[in-house]
């Protein structure tokens, strides 16, 4: 299977957001730390490995899989603050959180930042869905801060079909 040559994506660039009532309203809740963990996962099957690429379309995932949470979690604790800044409190990863905190900013009426701590599963890039486990911990949480402008099928649709990879040369790329 020949990999994919993807140029890489801009940081916060929105790669899907076929979503309806744009920018969503929020009601953001200051002066509180909001947290959320999220499971990692076991892909015990992959239908079609030739599948498994981004779907420029950005309608769905071709491959397929099947796949069951393990008792590995990803752990991001968000506080929003006044100011237009996104503070991060680790050094880790700060380009995918960077990334989708962005997103979650184009897609609402919210005008000020966030404070940022992430702790991944301490097992990356092994097949446990790390990325995608630390992403949906974030928007979650993010979204919980803001008063829940989007429903739970909606974070998900922002979740993976904007889902990027750090690459090993700092840059973010669409999987």
């Known amino acids: 299977m020949e990999k994919p040559k993807l140029p890489?994506?801009?940081?916060?660039?929105?790669?899907?957001?076929?979503?309806?009532?744009?920018?969503?309203?929020?009601?953001?809740?200051?002066?509180?730390?909001?947290?959320?963990?999220s499971p990692s996962r076991v892909n015990s099957c992959i239908l079609d490995f030739t599948e498994m690429r981004p779907?420029?379309?950005?309608?769905?995932?071709n491959s397929g899989s099947i796949g069951f949470g393990v008792?590995?979690?990803?752990?991001?604790?968000?506080?929003?603050?006044?100011?237009?800044?996104?503070?991060?409190?680790?050094?880790?990863?700060?380009?995918?959180?960077?990334?989708f905190a962005i997103i979650i900013k184009k897609l609402t009426d919210y005008r000020g930042g966030f404070e940022i701590e992430a702790e991944p599963n301490p097992y990356s890039h092994t097949g446990l869905g790390s990325t995608a486990s630390l992403t949906c911990a974030l928007v979650n949480v993010?979204?919980?801060a803001?008063?829940?402008?989007?429903?739970?099928?909606?974070?998900?649709?922002?979740?993976a079909f904007n889902y990027v990879e750090e690459g090993k040369d700092g840059n973010l790329y669409p999987g």
């Open 71 to 99: 008792g590995l979690y990803s752990k991001v604790k968000v506080k929003l603050i006044k100011e237009p800044k996104i503070v991060f409190k680790n050094k880790e990863n700060n380009a995918l959180l960077n990334h």
């Open 142 to 144: 993010i979204n919980i």
């Open 8 to 37: 890489p994506v801009e940081m916060g660039s929105l790669l899907w957001g076929d979503l309806s009532n744009l920018p969503r309203e929020t009601n953001p809740i200051f002066d509180k730390e909001f947290y959320y963990q």
């Open 146 to 159: 803001l008063g829940n402008p989007f429903d739970e099928r909606e974070v998900v649709k922002i979740e």
């Open 55 to 61: 779907n420029l379309g950005g309608r769905h995932c």
